[in-house]
């Protein structure tokens, strides 16, 4: 199965943003990976332990930023990515999520069409050339760009009934070896998608809904989604996923065919997958890990610039606001307040007050104030007045 | 769709038989977004049986109601509802839709906003209305303001000028929700909905027990931050301390105002995961943007310096306490009652000025 996750760089620090005209400049910082990706990673790992396959990220930003965030994913035994695909593109830049989810779109498209392509070429292959060399060598040449999974072509010593050496011993036709890869086609079409629920810096959780939203689009089929996931397991044939995800006090149990998009909660731990499910795991995997990152433009996604970067973003980031603070501040034991009520006071001709018991002597001139205290009628705020004015 | 769209619409959800108090809290910001734009509010309701509720929506401020009544709609099925609204949006062309900042809210929103290639602000605080000039797009009039948290640092504006209907959702605890009015009049439109079928199936819904602190509900919050594992003079202290401090805060306001009080924390706190908090602050404690929002009569923050997270999860609070040492803790920007001090000597006396109180009105 085809698992992809995807992934974001994030700003280190909010101390150190970068940004241009309201715009994030991911150039200029320290990124890391989104914390909440993480919990889309077990998922991803889990369901490849489960049914097998090939776990794919697919990030959006600086290629040279993005990369090296990734490394540590490829370094890991158990959990991590076998392969990485980057969209890069000066025309990406200042993607709202709009935008974003609509290049993210379009690369799961590219990554569904990257892996049906090889066996649709080994099929053409089988057809035109019969029991032959080029079958095998071309088997082999996508096998080691980790394009086969094991159970069309191996190289694993357990693996002894790939459909190459079946094919290639006279255990099936060429009419049954092409059948049997419309099947492997069919099984890669059911895709599945995980992403965390939301990332530190924009924080919208919008993105995983729009991707299935444009992947369904591009696709012209429904791609259902689940937002907010706690659980989740998938059937041995890797045809429905089971999730369940919160909504207010609700826990909804929603099954979905594949393919499918989950955002994966902070809340979800991986199932432990059964040691039956290895042997066929094994079968649907493929070679390995590819440590180079791919690169994709706009162009190699096909893009539509007008969709892209600012052009493709309906929201405009304005100015900051300043909210919040009160009309009236009182700092205890240093405003001065007035300690009782005083009636209307006049200074070089001018009026001041009435006074209330409470209020600020901040427009009262100085001489004035310098008398009222000595009367004992002004002094700083304290407690009991706090205490007064808090649940009046 | 632009030139033509008109009204603000409100998406509301229910909750058991009622309107959900985040579905009003939005209906609240949609009454008042629509007065100045001087258009009408438009709730949108989904569901089975819900003739009731597109009648509560009225005597909460929505001038009509479109709603739709079906049994396929008695469950939560995203895609079927998505469908459903998006027809509604398609057909009648929105200026504005809010939605609450909710899980279900979002779920729904971020797909119809796709579809729709419009934009999505969201977890407003604020929402304004007023003329927008940009450089290179031109001038608009009565836009919709959408103020939210920007990247953890700032409240930004976005704004969304070519594109209808503008959408946004709304954090809860922002908006207060309107006094219901009994006499209110308002169109109700049933509108009638075919879905198809979707590839997916809800096989089971449970409901978790309420939680056991409602911060959200309560008259008075005292919250803890990091600034409590340390005095005044720097040295470190058990934040145990700080807690029973924080606690006798708490009853003796119960006591004395007959309120309810609850305990909260910063992010900072329940992320350090301090060893002597265990079992006394969790993340149900927590107030700000990933936590809780809250809007209690009285807050107090103790400790806490008062980063945006955390600030936009109670400034609307009705008093607004904060002790703190650093007197430019950006906390103090937004108290009513800053106390620049240490808390470890400030509270006992707040303490006592309130039992005192007590026992001077006795």
Known sequence: ?392 | MSADSKDVWVYLQRDGGRLSEDSLEVLAAGRKVADKLAQKVVGVILGEGVDGLAAEAVQFGADAVLYIDSPELGTYLNLRYIDAIFSLVKERRPYAFLFAANELGKDIAARIAYRAATGLATDNVLLEVDDYTNPALGEFKNLLIQIRPDFGTRLARIYTPRHRPQMATVRPGNFAPLPPDKKRKGKLERVEFQGGEYPARVRGVTELPPPALDLAGADVVISLGLGILKDGSGKPRDPREAYRLADDLRKAFESRYRVRGVIGASRALVYAEVKELQGLISKANQVGQTGTTVSPKVYVALGISGALQHRVGMQRSGKIVAVNTDPDAPIFRIAHYPIVGDLYEEVPKLIASITGGTAGAN
Not at chain 1, 303 to 323: E, F, H, M, N
Not at chain 1, 365 to 374: H, K, N
């Open chain 1, 1 to 392: 199965m085809l698992i992809i996750v995807l992934l974001k760089g994030v700003p280190a620090r909010t101390t150190q943003v970068a940004q241009v005209g309201g715009v994030l400049n991911r150039e200029a910082m320290d990124l890391v990976l989104n914390p909440h990706d993480s919990k889309a990673v077990e998922a991803a790992d889990y369901i490849k332990r489960k049914v097998g396959g090939k776990v794919v990220a697919l990030t959006m930003g600086p290629d040279m930023k993005l990369i090296p965030l990734m490394k540590p994913l490829f370094s890991a035994e158990v959990t991590g990515v076998d392969e990485e695909y980057v969209l890069s593109d000066r025309k990406m830049a200042g993607s709202d999520t709009l935008a974003t989810s609509y290049a993210v779109s379009l690369g799961v498209k590219k990554l569904v069409e990257r892996h049906t392509a090889p066996i649709d070429a080994l099929a053409a292959t089988i057809s035109r050339s019969g029991y032959s060399d080029p079958v095998m060598s071309k088997a082999r040449e996508l096998y080691g760009a980790n394009l086969l999974p094991n159970r069309v072509y191996s190289e694993l010593p357990s693996v002894t009934d790939s459909l190459v050496r079946r094919f290639s011993e006279g255990v099936i036709t060429s009419e049954e070896a092409q059948a049997e890869l419309r099947e492997v086609k069919e099984t890669l079409s059911r895709f599945v998608i995980v992403s965390g629920i939301k990332t530190t810096d924009g924080e919208t959780g919008s993105v995983g809904p729009q991707v299935a939203e444009g992947v369904s689009e591009l696709l012209g089929k429904v791609v259902p989604h689940a937002t907010y996931v706690e659980d989740l397991d998938v059937d041995q044939e890797g045809r429905t996923v089971v999730s369940s995800r919160r909504i207010g006090r609700l826990v909804q149990t929603l099954e979905m065919d594949l393919p499918a998009l989950l955002t994966i909660s902070t809340e979800y731990e991986p199932r432990e997958p059964a040691a039956s499910f290895q042997p066929l795991a094994r079968y649907n995997s493929y070679m390995g890990k590819v440590a180079q990152a791919q690169k994709w433009t706009a162009d190699d996604l096909g893009a539509d610039p007008k969709r892209l970067g600012l052009a493709g973003s309906p929201t405009i980031v304005g100015a900051g606001i300043d909210v919040g603070k009160p009309p009236v501040q009182k700092f205890v034991n240093r405003s001065l307040v007035f300690l009782k009520p005083v009636q209307q006071l006049e200074s070089d001709g001018k009026k001041y007050g009435p006074f209330e018991r409470g209020q600020l002597a901040a427009d009262v001139p100085q001489s004035l104030i310098d008398r009222l205290r000595a009367e004992g009628a002004v002094g700083p705020f304290g407690y009991d007045l706090l205490c007064g004015e808090l649940l009046a």
